[in-house]
């Protein structure tokens, strides 16, 4: 009897003591898992942060395109009401023909010339957005698709 209520002993201590080492492991294993998701939550803040920095840039980038294109139109519809007014005044106030048909071809001329200039305005500022576009929002669109930062990050360094 005293050796069978040593083994019951013996295997309630052992039973308490898997018990207890269980219980450590299941432990350990929760603080593994919220250390493992911290870290993919910090990496996945990360390239959420990158992907914002890009919309930045993008968005930056199609206002100054934007408002190159705005100003330019404002600067052309006023130097268009000042030559058409002063153009027009001169037809109308001027008492000789030959004079006024050189003010006319003068006119002409003067409206065919702007309109090429800003013309040229708004296409090189079209082509100077898509050269930045492909030159620096492009490569740091494929750095965030690709999952790597800035060059200066350690963690490049690292893989």
Do not use: P, W
Not at 88 to 98: C, G, N, Q, T
Not at 117 to 134: E, G, Q
């Amino acid at each position: 009897m005293t050796t069978s209520l040593a083994f019951a002993l013996l295997l309630l201590v052992a039973a308490a003591g898997s018990l207890c080492y269980g219980f450590l492991q299941l432990q350990r294993s929760r603080t593994l898992m919220r250390m493992l998701n911290a870290h993919r939550i910090a990496v996945n803040s990360d390239i959420q942060k990158r992907r914002l920095d890009l919309y930045e840039v993008r968005n930056r980038a199609k206002l100054l395109e934007d408002t190159v294109s705005g100003g330019a139109s404002a600067v052309e519809k006023m130097h268009r009401a000042i030559s058409n007014t002063t153009f027009s005044l001169v037809a109308r106030f001027s008492k000789d023909d030959e004079f006024r048909q050189s003010a006319n071809k003068a006119r002409q001329t003067h409206d065919q010339a702007s309109k090429q200039i800003y013309h040229a305005v708004r296409t090189t500022n079209k082509a100077i957005h898509i050269l930045a576009d492909s030159l620096f929002i492009t490569k740091a669109e494929k750095r965030v698709i690709l999952g790597r930062g800035d060059r200066s990050d350690s963690t490049d360094k690292d893989q």
